[in-house]
């Protein structure tokens, strides 16, 4: 069974920093390019990174560019989102996503992140 589980949300304050993971099962995850996606109460989803298969190249969204990174380990299977600088606007259910086929995608259940004081 294809499985994505993420991790690492919380409540942190404006400034701070968290790490999220994306824990990978049932594929071949070296093989594959994985996305972070973002949802904000009210709001649809928003893409915010990709990663290619073998880790080299990410893109980012305007709105985290330069604050948050993309990573990938493909002996661990898990895909990583480091969040810096973390401001209100961050505040979302971050899910990550991988597109097996054009049309297949899985997703993850989502973890939670409140940007807060």
């Known amino acids: 069974e294809v499985q994505l589980v993420e991790s690492g949300g919380g409540l942190v304050q404006p400034g701070g920093s968290l790490r999220l993971s994306c824990a990978a099962s049932?594929?071949?995850?070296?093989?594959?390019?994985m996305t972070w996606v973002r949802q904000a109460p009210g709001k649809g989803p928003e893409w915010v990174a990709s990663?290619?298969?073998?880790?080299?190249?990410?893109n980012y969204a305007d709105s985290v560019k330069g604050r948050f990174t993309i990573s990938k380990d493909n002996t661990k299977n898990t895909m990583y989102l480091q969040m810096n600088n973390l401001k209100p606007e961050d505040t979302a259910v971050y899910y990550c996503?991988?597109?097996?086929?054009?049309?297949?995608?899985?997703w993850g259940q989502g973890t939670q992140v409140t940007v807060s004081s």
């Open positions: 996503n991988v597109q097996l086929t054009q049309s297949v995608g899985v």
């Open positions: 049932g594929f071949s995850f070296k093989y594959y390019d």
């Open positions: 990663i290619n298969e073998g880790g080299e190249s990410s």
